[in-house]
């Protein structure tokens, strides 16, 4: 992996492109796997979180969400080669669903927003496989029954959307229990698709 450390934190120094192409990489090895998209906020909680930054650098893929994250590794003297927003990797990784057979769970929004998100993707992606969906308000003892749901979906990529750090928190927390390949924690990208 090509990266940069930011705030003591390797970021994936990729372009939109090659972020896709290690997608399709973590999808076809059978474990499961983690990407998260911090923005410059994030990094710096996790400069103050030790378990939130141990979580960020287990990561299998780390992309740099914001501007502020690009911007600190110019001033570095490192600069990454670009940034690759976890809203705009996600709509990327959605296309390949024209050639590869991918089945999306998306976790996470008030109760609707990942069913109308889900609607709106199909629109630009015809072909696209969404096996399960489920709001993000939940309590901790309806967690089991929610991780056996996304099991029994067949579920190759998790979408957690419960903002950042709860959502790689969680991710974190449940990822042995899980049967999928890849989890990416997507922030509010289930708001900017249903909208
Ligand atoms: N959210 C959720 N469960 C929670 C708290 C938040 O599903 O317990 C969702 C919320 O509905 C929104 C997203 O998490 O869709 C957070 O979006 P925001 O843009 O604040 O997150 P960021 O992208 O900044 O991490």
């Not at 705030?7 to 399709?24: G, H, P, Q, W, Y």
């Not at 740099?64 to 994250?69: F, I, L, R, S, T």
């Not at 911007?71 to 600069?79: F, Y």
């Not at 976790?107 to 969404?130: R, Y």
Request: glycine share 8%.
């Amino acid at each position: 992996r090509n990266t940069v450390s930011v705030l003591d934190i390797s970021v994936d120094n990729v372009t939109m492109e090659e972020a896709v192409e290690r997608f399709k990489i973590l999808l076809s090895e059978p474990r499961v796997h983690t990407i998260y998209t911090p923005n410059a906020e994030i990094m710096m909680a996790a400069h103050r979180d030790p378990e939130l930054k141990k979580i960020l650098t287990e990561a299998d893929m780390l992309l740099p969400d914001g501007a502020g994250v690009v911007l600190a590794s110019k001033i570095i003297g490192t600069p990454l080669k670009e940034r690759v927003a976890g809203f705009d990797f996600t709509v990327e990784c959605f296309k390949l669903s024209s050639k590869m057979n991918i089945n999306y769970f998306f976790l996470g929004g008030k109760p609707g927003v990942a069913e109308e998100a889900a609607a709106k993707v199909k629109i630009d992606n015809p072909d696209i496989k969404i096996v399960g969906i489920r709001d993000g308000y939940f309590t901790s003892e309806e967690e089991p029954k929610i991780i056996e749901s996304i099991n029994s979906s067949k579920a190759d990529v998790l979408l957690v959307g419960l903002g950042a750090p709860k959502q790689e928190k969680w991710i974190h927390k449940n990822k042995d229990k899980l049967n999928v390949k890849v989890c990416i924690g997507v922030g509010g990208t289930f708001d900017g698709l249903s909208g």
